[in-house]
């Protein structure tokens, strides 16, 4: 398998998962700034849309949207217990906290990493952001990870882009729960070995 991934962005999230699963990929690295492989390949020509992650499996097929390749991942090791089984209202569950995080935080931070939003607008998608960080914080008030106990994917792709506050100027200092579930996650060795691999931690 191969993951197309540019260090930093939310292809981040399934290069967790892949360490959590124990499963190996070759990463290649997409660039979103070129859209263009290393060795000069254009990056288009793979995936129409420019962005990354996009999983190819060994028969070559390619696979799109980082929810989707996560839950994919997860499936690939069950007995990592990285997602819950299909059909189960857990799964369903982990479904809905992938869409929030991926339409509610995601998306609001798109518009801050685009130097011609003027600021007035950044500060309506900072406060936006905001109300979700501290909803997330109450959620997190009595759980060691999204899903209660247990790491799930939901958790590499909440910490993805919670990583995005700093370059985005996103104040999360006010949310202690956030703050310690980051480090929760941060410190699991699947996502230490994720972050060097993308060169993001010596």
């Known amino acids: 398998m191969k993951l197309y991934y540019s260090p930093g962005a939310c292809s981040l999230s399934p290069h967790i998962a892949l360490h959590e699963a124990g499963i190996a990929a070759e990463p290649v690295l997409a660039s979103t700034k070129s859209h263009k492989l290393q060795d000069g390949t ?3 020509g793979i995936n129409p849309l420019g ?5 190819e499996l060994d028969d070559g ?11 994919y991942i997860a499936d690939l090791a069950p007995t990592k217990n990285l997602a819950p089984a299909a059909g189960t209202l857990q799964r369903y569950r982990l479904q809905e906290w992938l869409t929030f995080i991926g339409t509610e935080v995601h998306k609001g931070f798109s518009p801050l990493f685009n130097p011609a939003m003027p600021e007035e607008a950044k500060t309506i998608f900072k406060d936006k952001l905001a109300s979700r960080f501290k909803w997330l914080d109450n959620e997190l008030a009595d759980k060691q990870y999204l899903m209660g106990d247990s790491f799930s994917v939901a958790d590499g792709y909440l910490f993805t882009v919670t990583n995005w506050t700093k370059p985005t ?22 996502v230490q070995e994720a972050m060097k691999a993308e060169g993001l931690l010596k």
């Open 169 to 190: 100027g996103v104040d999360i200092s006010g949310y202690p729960n956030l703050l310690a579930w980051h480090a929760r996650v941060g410190a699991r060795p699947a």
């Open 61 to 71: 097929t390619r696979l799109r949207e980082g929810p989707a390749i996560l839950q």
């Open 42 to 44: 254009d990056y288009y």
């Open 51 to 55: 962005y990354v992650p996009m999983l």
